[in-house]
């Protein structure tokens, strides 16, 4: 009998196939093995049988007996959490079985590639945890052998190489990721429509994908193909956001006007951009979407909607078309998302103000009719009189004259209707600024707006971690200049046989209509309040000057007033938030603010300066996009206490966005390099506990929305292990706009390092947005958001996504899409 001396561990570490030895691969060594058994059996067949561990080879006779194998399990490696490990023992001499098994450690799955491999991830831990795994073999004559090993788990830590900065017009990824584009503008996704044409001639958009991709979720699919399944990595539904259209494309020529007024189709087409898609996905070889899935749903501004919580049927929410204040028309500006762990999915409406038109002399009208208070609301919501609206669809003369699908879009008040507005649309900007809830396993079932979660510029809307018996705590943000940041508590304590329910919109009303909702005011040593909206409760009552509240509906349809009467923390523009499922630490994006000075700035909210090499360089950009906080920051608190229910917290700077270029002392605080400089970050996502993203160190997603660094780089995702609140310390920067200097001190993380990395630069013009995984970690989705945004129709500037596998002959107009980003090597996305 022979001993194959050749005995390794090989694994991946993510970067290249790992094998430190000058080890035959395992190939030779069966190869090796071949011959020998062929010496001794005179067979290939029946040595293969042996190498391979299969029945009792009993090809050289009963008489004879192998005694027992000689094994070994290899020596002992160190890998990172989420890398994939690869066991390979060596064995010679015959065997009736052969198996790998686990000794001690964080329990891990072993994949069977062959008798003598296995395969498994590196499971999430917080300090370096050795494992042991056993290889055993048991010879043809029953005596056994085993053999040991140790494989030893750090943290996590990024697992690619950075990706340069550049303008190019394609998604660009790290070696060893692939991109595939999975679901873009005008795709078919209903029946009764053909292929997008692209040229401006397509029509009927509620069937097809919507413009402006935006916050996204995948829910794991079962097989029927009907229910909810969170363990399924290769089919799902995938829900989005249409947040807006780059208007431009969608027409021959572009948008038209006829007289001062829209053409009903174009205006039709434009609102059926708008909305939100939910399509099944499907993962054989590659990604793709299922055109005809039953579960696929457009929703739009036209789909029915229903209030749901303390303000449905409040008389700010009674149109004509729902007198009573309990129902409405469809859903606009949806920017971020929610996943909400019954299987819904929120949809939040964030930039709706822009769509209404507003004449002058609507606030005498009001005034008139009673209304006045609706005039401070309407200012405060920025919709002043005098404007138009975005795309003029109130402009409309619709070939029904019954339909109000356009008039709707005029909140002007009609001194000749009802003073309770039951005649006319001035109360429609009041239906809008809520969080949405969607049931997307009931393709018939009616979204709800969930008034009791304040009204606003809802960017998104993020639950954090559910505890039984604990009440859970949902964050947002009021994505303008100067805006908050909240938290809505449930009064319903979390009970995990909800995840699981089959009423899923009757779970989300136990959860989302009956709470209170807080608003954050940050302190300069670190600490924070949440401050309760509830109506009687201190500036909150009828007595308060600048808006008399009347009842705690009004409150909630006053979200902004009644934060502003409580002394709230004004924020650099709340973008996303995210919550550390190891910690439960929630994340928020502060994407840049041009109207901070010098003057006012403060400990969250600390820089106000000018972008210089902008200002110089960029004749396009103007001193107001380039001056205040143009780069951004991402903010973090810790709850007292770890829980969802506190009143008060701890909070710090996790990262301060800047070019590398920039001043170290006073801009770039966090010291950021060209392998992780950023600007206006936006989209922000946590991994999934499912897997190693979720666990123990979590990996943290980084998305821009950038206007201030484009003279460098197009828009990009950056991958993140973050530290903890208050890992680093006070520092004191000196401010300076113009001739202004002032000094401000401000509580910074940690300096990210190599714990910050680009992973993705987007096509030209875009904005990326919108992440979610499988729960495997394996497939990330992420949205490209209006490339070429800024081009025409006579001079096109991306051909995204149409330039991703090689620059077309000649330009192909841009489509907002979502692609899918997977590793050649099956591994997790990011470690
Ligand atoms: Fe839709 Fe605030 O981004
Ligand atoms: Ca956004
Ligand atoms: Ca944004």
């Not at 194959?4 to 570490?13: F, G, H």
């Not at 971690?465 to 449930?490: C, H, L, W």
Request: aromatic residues 8%; negative net charge; glycine residues 10%.
């Amino acid at each position: 009998m022979t001993t194959v001396t050749d005995l390794s561990i090989a694994y991946d570490d993510g970067d290249i196939d790992t094998n430190r030895t000058t080890n035959p691969h395992l190939n030779d060594l069966i190869a090796v093995r071949y011959s020998r058994r062929q010496t001794l059996f005179g067979g290939i067949s029946a040595a293969a049988t042996a190498v391979f561990g299969g029945a009792l080879v009993s090809a050289c006779g009963s008489d004879e007996v192998d005694p027992a194998p000689t094994v070994s399990a290899g020596s002992a490696v160190t890998t990172s959490a989420g890398r994939l490990v690869t066991l390979v023992a060596t064995v010679s001499g015959t065997t009736t079985n052969a198996v790998w098994t686990q000794v001690s450690g964080p329990a891990v799955t072993l994949a069977v590639v062959d008798k003598t491999t296995v395969t498994f991830t590196a499971p999430a831990v917080t300090a370096s945890t050795p494992l042991v795994f056993r290889f055993t073999a048991v010879g043809t004559g029953g005596a056994g052998a085993n053999s040991d090993t140790t494989v030893t788990v750090t943290p996590a830590v990024l697992g690619f190489t950075a990706v340069a900065k550049n303008r190019d017009d394609i998604v660009t990824v790290p070696a060893g990721y692939s991109v595939t584009v999975l679901y873009r503008l005008g795709d078919p996704m209903l029946s009764g429509v053909g292929t997008y044409a692209n040229d401006g001639s397509d029509t009927t958009f509620s069937r097809r994908a919507g413009d402006h991709h935006d916050g996204m979720t995948y829910f794991g699919l079962s097989a029927t193909g009907t229910a909810p399944d969170p363990a399924s990595s290769t089919r799902g539904l995938l829900v989005m956001n249409h947040e807006n259209i780059t208007q431009v494309y969608l027409h021959p020529a572009g948008p038209t006007t006829v007289g001062g007024a829209r053409p009903e189709a174009e205006a039709l087409k434009e609102m059926e951009c708008h909305g939100v898609s939910v399509i099944e996905v499907n993962r054989a070889t590659t990604w793709s979407y299922a055109p005809t899935g039953a579960l696929n749903r457009r929703i739009t501004p036209l789909t029915p909607m229903a209030f749901s919580g303390p303000a449905k049927g409040a008389t700010q929410l009674k149109t004509r078309y729902s007198p009573d204040g309990s129902a409405g028309r469809g859903t606009i500006n949806n920017c971020a998302n929610g996943t909400m762990p019954w299987n819904t999915y929120l949809t939040n409406e964030e930039n709706w103000a822009g769509y209404f038109r507003r004449n002058t002399g609507d606030a005498a009208v009001r005034t008139a009719a009673g209304g006045a208070k609706e005039n401070t609301s309407l200012t405060r919501y920025g919709i002043p009189e005098a404007r138009t609206g975005n795309y003029g669809w109130s402009t409309v003369t619709p070939a029904d004259t019954s339909s109000t699908i356009y008039a709707r879009w005029n909140a002007t008040a009609n001194a000749a209707t009802a003073a309770d507005g039951t005649g006319d649309f001035r109360h429609e900007p009041f239906q809008f600024g809520w969080v949405v809830e969607i049931d997307p396993f009931d393709a018939a079932s009616t979204p709800r707006k969930r008034t009791a979660l304040g009204r606003m510029n809802h960017e998104g809307c993020v639950i954090g971690r559910t505890i039984a018996g604990v009440k859970p705590a949902f964050y947002m943000g009021d994505d303008a200049q100067n805006e908050y940041v909240y938290k809505f508590v449930s009064n319903a304590a979390w009970s995990a046989a909800d995840a699981t329910a089959s009423n899923r919109l009757a779970i989300g009303d136990k959860y989302l209509d009956a709470g209170t909702l807080y608003v954050a005011k940050l302190n300069s040593d670190g600490s924070g309040q949440w401050l309760p909206l509830v109506f009687g409760t201190g500036p909150l009552t009828s007595a308060n000057t600048t808006y008399p509240f009347a009842d705690q509906a009004d409150v909630l349809i006053n979200t902004r007033l009644a934060a502003d009467a409580l002394g709230a923390t004004r924020m650099d523009r709340p973008e996303w938030t995210a919550v550390n499922p190891a910690t439960g630490e929630m994340y928020l994006t502060l994407t840049n603010n041009s109207s901070r000075t010098v003057a006012n700035t403060d400990w969250a909210n600390p820089r106000a300066y000018v972008d210089q090499r902008n200002a110089a360089t960029n004749p396009t950009v103007t001193a107001a996009t380039v001056s205040g906080n143009p780069n951004g920051h991402v903010i973090r608190l810790r709850e007292t206490g770890d829980t969802s229910e506190a009143l008060s917290f701890a909070w710090d700077i996790y990262a301060f966005g800047a070019g590398a270029d920039l001043d170290p002392v006073n801009i770039n605080l966090s010291g950021l390099d060209a392998t992780n400089d950023f600007s206006s970050p936006d989209g922000l996502w946590f991994g999934l506990p499912s897997n190693v993203t979720g666990n123990a160190t979590p990996l943290m997603w980084i998305q821009t929305d950038d206007g201030a660094y484009t003279d460098v780089t197009n828009c990009m995702m950056l991958a993140a292990i973050p530290g903890v609140v208050g890992d680093g310390g006070v520092k004191t920067i000196t401010n300076t706009i113009g001739t202004t200097s002032g000094t401000q001190s401000t509580r910074v993380g940690k300096a990210p390092g190599t714990a910050l990395r680009r992973f993705l630069v987007g096509p030209r013009e875009c904005e990326i947005t919108g992440i979610f995984s499988t729960p495997d970690g394996k497939s990330v989705f992420v949205n490209i958001q209006h490339p070429g945004e800024n081009g025409t129709v006579a001079a096109i500037s991306s051909s995204w996504p149409a330039s991703q596998t090689g620059a077309p002959a000649s330009p192909v107009r841009p489509r907002s899409a979502t692609i899918v980003i997977t590793r050649t090597d099956g591994g997790i996305v990011g470690l």
